[in-house]
């Protein structure tokens, strides 16, 4: 599988070109900004961008949706409980006196378990909420497009509205640390890692299990 990684705006996200070679199809991950330099990237990698798969609505994460989308006709995906946090993206540009984004139109979203071809790959949905209300992990094999939840060395953040901290935790312990441990984790934010290495390491995770995965 092929991921590479391009850190766009201000606040440093990671935009993904995920894809396989054997079909040369290939999918954008939570495209913040930076659509040319992506999709440079995707035809470096001789891959056709024919899906935008979102793990969650912030604005870091969705800026360059509505222009990925335009340029490459890609079908957009997003699970449903993010549907709210979408809808107030202006909201969201307001509280960080940031450029309003074009409102992206979602063409599929998604609930738990739910299956996402990309060429020869298949991506199952993994709900985990708490960054914010419906955020959505993609797992491929021993791949996962995280969004921000689990980090190396971090976690994502649960002050900003929607997020919640109890749920977090469920979210991080209870279904990210169930992926096997040589799974390569693919974070929002930040270097990539794996489940095992921050299940050993990462003192936000340490600090969740010592207290019993509240
Ligand atoms: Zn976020």
Redesign the pocket.
């Known amino acids: 599988m092929i991921v590479r990684r391009l850190v766009v705006g201000p606040f440093s996200e990671n935009s993904y070109v995920v894809g396989d070679s054997a079909s040369g199809e290939g999918a954008l991950v939570d495209p913040g900004g930076q659509v040319p330099e992506l999709l440079a990237l995707a035809q470096r990698e001789k891959l056709r961008i024919g899906k935008i798969l979102i793990t969650?609505a912030?604005w870091?994460?969705v800026f360059g949706v509505a222009e990925a989308k335009r340029l490459t006709g890609a079908e957009t995906v997003l699970p449903a409980g993010e549907r709210s946090m979408l809808e107030h993206l202006a909201e969201q540009s307001e509280a960080f006196g940031l450029p309003v984004p074009e409102q992206p139109e979602i063409d599929r979203w998604v609930a738990e378990g739910d299956i996402v071809d990309v060429g020869g790959l298949s991506f199952r949905v993994l709900l985990v909420p708490g960054?914010?209300p419906g955020h959505g992990a993609y797992v491929s094999g021993l791949d996962a497009l995280s969004g921000?939840t689990l980090m190396a060395g971090s976690v994502?953040r649960t002050d900003l509205p929607g997020g919640n901290y109890d749920i977090f935790v469920n979210s991080i312990t209870r279904k990210i640390l169930k992926l096997p441990a040589a799974t390569r984790v693919h974070p929002?934010h930040g270097p990539s890692t794996t489940v095992g290495e921050e299940a050993e390491t990462n003192p936000f995770v340490l600090e969740m299990l010592a207290t019993g995965g509240r």
């Open positions: 969650h912030h870091d994460h960054h914010s921000d994502g929002g």
